[in-house]
């Protein structure tokens, strides 16, 4: 069994003080590639230093809604200077959070709409993060959809099914975490159940939101395992089949990753 673990955080701490113990232990499980995602500008250097230190590493080049307030000057073009890369294979995680209101919402949308702008120049994929900012998350992937073909992955998925529908009908994938193992998750649960098998990929949010059986502890990219698991028996399929198909929907959307 092959997966791909298309979103941690592997210079976090928790998991940067044993980084080297963290990969091996996941790849001991059949994890064949890591997505490494910044959130910040400051990390992009040492992002892209463990992508080219580790070969099945790779790295995104964003800032989190959250620190937008943190990035007033950010535009397009040092998002496009960094992703020039080799290993540099997404753009993100970027996005809007409502929920937690850690930055000004219009400095929010702006960053947003830098990170768009930076897809469409560079061809590569967004990474993007949504919560409690659904209308406004559609209207900006539908109006840069419409206009320049974006793409990319709704990662650690709790949102609606009528926002699950929208960006499929845009051409999006999702991506889901641990949190679909947790028992109040039911109607994530439902949700996980009716995404395409051509659009769905698997993720840890490492070191965050470990999944069932692992709650409570830092989670590790190794967890992707047992999220992939409890997926497959949602959905009704084998593991290994839920694994070649999210293994191969990554190599689809991520195209510069090389497998």
């Not at 890369?85 to 930055?103: M, Q, T, W």
């Not at 039911?186 to 999944?211: M, N, S």
């Amino acid at each position: 069994m092959r997966l791909i673990d298309s979103h941690c955080h592997l210079n976090y701490p928790g998991l940067i003080e044993r980084q080297t113990e963290v990969l091996n232990s996941a790849r001991a499980r059949g994890i064949a590639g890591f997505l490494n995602i910044s959130t910040r500008q400051s990390e992009w250097g040492a992002i892209v230093a463990t992508a080219d230190r580790e070969p099945d590493v790779w790295a995104s080049i964003g800032v989190h809604p959250h620190e937008a307030d943190a990035h007033p000057n950010l535009g397009a073009a040092a998002l496009v200077e960094a992703a020039q890369h080799p290993n540099v294979i997404a753009i993100g995680e970027c996005g809007l959070d409502y929920f937690y209101d850690k930055s000004d919402r219009a400095a929010q949308r702006e960053r947003f709409q830098a990170h768009i702008d930076a897809a469409r120049t560079t061809g590569l994929p967004l990474v993007v993060h949504t919560r409690d900012a659904e209308d406004d998350t559609i209207e900006l992937l539908t109006a840069a959809v419409s206009k320049d073909g974006v793409g990319g992955v709704l990662h650690c998925f709790t949102g609606s099914a009528d926002l699950a529908r929208k960006v499929l009908d845009l051409g999006f994938f999702i991506s889901l975490s641990g949190i679909v193992t947790f028992k109040n998750a039911r109607d994530l649960q439902e949700t996980a159940k009716i995404i395409p098998a051509d659009r769905l990929l698997i993720e840890t949010d490492a070191p965050f939101l470990a999944p069932v059986p692992n709650r409570g502890k830092t989670c590790e990219p190794a967890f992707v395992a047992d999220t992939a698991a409890f997926v497959a028996e949602l959905r009704g399929v084998p593991v290994d089949e839920l694994a070649e198909a999210t293994t191969a929907n990554f190599f689809t959307l991520f195209t510069k990753a090389v497998a």
